[in-house]
């Protein structure tokens, strides 16, 4: 015990209680938003359950047949994948608007490496694969050594990348029938099988493991948790001996090289191969599912597994609305409004205190 | 002087542009002691810790540990060498729980193939030697070791980056004002807690503004004017006014490094 001074001699008789915790009358509310805190998908799994009860109920039996429920992670899956990939690069606080287009120009380049080329489909799509990462890294190198905004940096590269995908390929659309003949590896993920009624593809399938092998190095690897401290703050995690650097170009290279598995998962999905696909606002839809997955914006918050549940919540309302004959924009509309809910609730949870 | 000082400093030269920060400064920390380094502000306190904590390079200079010259290239470097920093900031990740803190940067893998192939972390371990240390040091008001270090009070957040230090730092602690943001009765537990660490046989630097703190704590005030070490007092024989007025300039000290 150091000795006190005498400005300080009048604390023997202050109140003691410094450090202790107040562990009642905290209302259900906080406890509510403790749990929310320290679980992050808890959110949107709470929302797509109730998605799904509502549909449910205004719909019936039909929709929550097995049949119905797998269509919608088959409509999800490249979303899904994207999503995952958007995940990491926002827990960096940083945002990726080039993903739709990388996967694209991958796609385009897999399928011309593998047909116009005749290159072994293997290595085209291993090709793919490499222009996908050397895309994402060099989105890294922009943000991590460049010191560049990533909102910035990938719209810029989402312009180049999609112009040179255009100019690249001249717009010629591969067919389905020509992947089909020559390589057929490239349709390996829409390979499907039936259990009763319910359908899987091998892109669901790959979704959720790729989700789930995210999740593992996310929270149980050191790297995973050297991403989370760079976007929570970076200045910290840099004094702590993180190479802060490092870790935001392997984000991005990995976001790049994972979207170009999104391209062999779509080619799959869609049979043919076309270059104006790029037009699709396929970044737009991966940000969507990972905001409404509780992935914080600010960076460094949420669980990967709450992207897959946001892509999901996207597909289950699209689905419903259009078993119930709405209007598509009400689906758009919908989807704009779980936006800002979702950041609206991320906003209240870092409000978290003991 | 009989006993070797473990870490010190000698000619440290840090320019930014046209302004220099360290004018050919010295140090020196010797076993055991609380080293309180005082000065007013922009008279390079900061660029000195910088530059024995790896955080800068100096231009010019050489450091020493334990006899040894070193060259530190970053935080990281100097931790290595065992010389562990409490920054002003804390550098804690808010969202991350106190263990993931307490070993950021220094991960306990799993033994075998689960560590070495899957890269699988080890959080019994690091939690069971994140609370053996918190509780060491007399922080276990903290109850849930995984609880996200935002919801901490500040004086506990200072404890948990204090526990890291002293977790770790196997040669030489330093504390940059760890008592600025905190309050009476906070301050007091974290000076408790530095009086705590240097009783375990490490060293600390201890920067602060707050005189009273600073003679109270200190075995040895370090006070730095103008890019230089202007003098080392005794807190036992000056006053704190005296140690204002050499901070400053009104006062010149009577020999130029009583130690």
Known sequence: ??????????????????????????????????????????????????????????????????????????????????????????????????????????????????????????????????????????????????????????LGTWSIVMATNFIYSANETIRDADVDAQAPLLHFFAISFRLGTAVLTLGVIAMVLLVLVLWYILNH???????????????????????????????????????????????G?????????????????????????????????????????????????????????????????????????????????????? | MAIEPILSARGLVKRYGRVTALDYADFDLYPGEILAVIGDNGAGKSSLIKAISGAVTPDEGEIRLDGKQVQFRSPMEAREA????????????????????????????????????????????????????????????????????????????QGVAVARAAAFGSKVVIMDEPTAALGVKESRKVLELILDVRARGLPIVLISHNMPHVFEVADRIHIHRLGKRLTVIDPKEYTMSDAVAFMTGAKAPAQPVAA
């Open chain 1, 1 to 154: 015990m150091t000795e006190a001074q005498e400005f300080e001699r009048v604390l023997d008789e202050s109140d003691k209680n410094v450090a202790s915790f107040e562990h009642s009358e905290i209302s259900f509310l906080k406890r509510a938003q403790h749990f929310l805190h320290s679980t992050p998908a808890a959110v949107p799994l709470i929302v797509l359950v109730l998605a799904i009860i509502i549909f449910g109920v205004a719909i019936g039996g039909r929709f929550f047949s097995s049949y119905t429920l797998t269509l919608i992670l088959q409509q999800i899956a490249i979303v899904g994948i994207l999503g995952a990939a958007q995940t990491l690069v926002i827990l960096t606080a940083g945002i990726d608007l080039s993903i739709g287009v990388i996967m694209v120009i991958s796609a385009v380049i897999m399928g011309n490496c593998a047909i116009t080329y005749g290159i072994p489909t293997p290595i085209a799509i291993g090709i793919g694969m490499g222009v996908g990462g050397l895309c994402g890294m060099l989105n890294g190198f922009l943000v991590a050594f460049m010191k560049l905004p990533p909102f910035i940096v990938t």
């Open chain 1, 221 to 267: 690897t050191a790297w995973g948790r050297h991403v989370y401290a760079v976007g929570d703050d970076p200045e910290a995690a840099k004094l702590s001996g993180i190479q802060t650097k490092r870790v935001l170009l392997a984000v991005y290279t990995i976001s790049g090289v994972i979207a170009a598995f999104a391209a062999w998962v779509s080619i």
């Open chain 1, 269 to 354: 999905r869609n049979g043919s191969i076309s270059p104006s696909a790029a037009v699709t606002d396929y970044n737009l839809q991966a940000i969507t599912a990972t905001v409404i997955g509780g992935i914080s914006l600010f960076g460094g918050r949420g669980s990967i597994l709450g992207t897959l549940f946001g892509a999901m919540i996207v597909g289950v309302v699209s689905m419903g609305l259009n078993m119930l004959g709405a209007d598509p924009q009400w689906k758009v509309l919908l989807t704009g409004v779980l936006i800002i809910a979702a950041v609206a609730v991320d906003q209240w949870i870092r409000k978290v205190s003991v």
């Open chain 2, 82 to 157: 065992g010389i562990e920093t409490v920054y002003q900031n804390l550098a804690l990740s808010p969202a991350l729980s106190i263990a993931d803190n307490m070993f950021l940067g220094r991960e306990i893998r799993k033994p075998g193939v689960l560590g070495s192939w899957f890269r699988m972390l080890d959080r019994p371990a690091m939690e069971k030697r994140a609370r053996d240390k918190l509780s060491e040091l007399g922080l276990m008001t903290i109850q849930n070791i995984n609880q996200a270090v935002e919801t901490l009070s500040g004086g506990q957040r």
